[in-house]
């Protein structure tokens, strides 16, 4: 499976989803991990402070429920409101110092006993990892010719991603963008209260952590 695909599946995997619980998603985007997660049967409310990939995610599934809001604000949702909350390649976005704010924000939205699944790149990824992975899964199930003729195809956003990366990680370097250090979910978990917290584990083509946890 190409790592993007597997990677919303473990998060599935992981928040053990059961038909007509609320989830929220924190940092959406276009939709794709919400709809996996409603193809499972949840209710997802999948938010994001991008009105563009809102409406995109609308034009996917006319009958999501989507919400713009801002993650370095507290949440507009009242105390134990959601059965499970996941981010996927979100936090790493938002500055160190409000990031403590919005996981214990995940903390008072989530219901006792309630289950969070992040994920995210971590500081030392490599795109070039994930690319190449994609590559090899690509060949193999999809064979030689139609994988060059995709390369082909994807040549202009594929140089963008790796320019803007190589933009990213320049002001990750000035300190103005903040990756996450490997330990760093597990310690924003325990700062907010969060118990259980899992290992580390190793998704995405290795290039990304995925924990969770759950609420008392
Ligand atoms: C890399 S995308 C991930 C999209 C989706 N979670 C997925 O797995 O496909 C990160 C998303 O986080 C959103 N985001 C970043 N900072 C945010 C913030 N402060 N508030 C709300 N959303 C934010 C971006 O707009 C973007 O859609």
């Not at 924190?26 to 809102?54: F, P």
Request: charged share 30%; hydrophobic share 35%; with cysteine.
């Amino acid at each position: 499976m190409i790592p993007y695909k597997k990677l919303l599946n473990i998060i599935c995997e992981e928040l053990d989803i059961k038909k007509g619980e609320k989830i929220l998603e924190a940092g959406s985007g276009t939709g794709n991990l919400a709809l996996e997660i409603k193809k499972r049967g949840a209710d997802v409310t999948a938010l994001d402070n991008i009105k563009i990939a809102l409406e995109m995610h609308k034009q996917k599934d006319n009958e999501a429920s989507v919400f713009l809001w801002d993650l370095t604000n507290n949440l507009p949702f009242s105390n134990n409101y959601f059965d499970k909350i996941c981010s996927n390649n979100t936090i790493y976005t938002i500055s160190k110092k409000k990031r403590d704010n919005l996981i214990k924000e995940f903390y008072r939205v989530l219901k006792p006993g309630g289950k969070i699944v992040l994920s995210n790149i971590h500081k030392k990824f490599s795109p070039k990892k994930i690319y190449l992975d994609h590559i090899k899964y690509s060949i193999r199930y999809y064979g030689f010719l139609k994988t060059l003729k995709d390369i082909f195809l994807m040549l202009v956003p594929s140089l963008k991603m790796f320019f803007y990366n190589f933009k990213i990680k320049k002001e990750d370097k000035k300190g103005e963008y903040d990756f996450l250090e490997k330990y760093e979910q597990k310690e924003l978990f325990k700062k907010a209260g969060f118990i259980n917290i899992s290992e580390n584990k190793k998704v995405y083509s290795n290039q990304a952590i995925l924990n969770s946890a759950y609420k008392k």
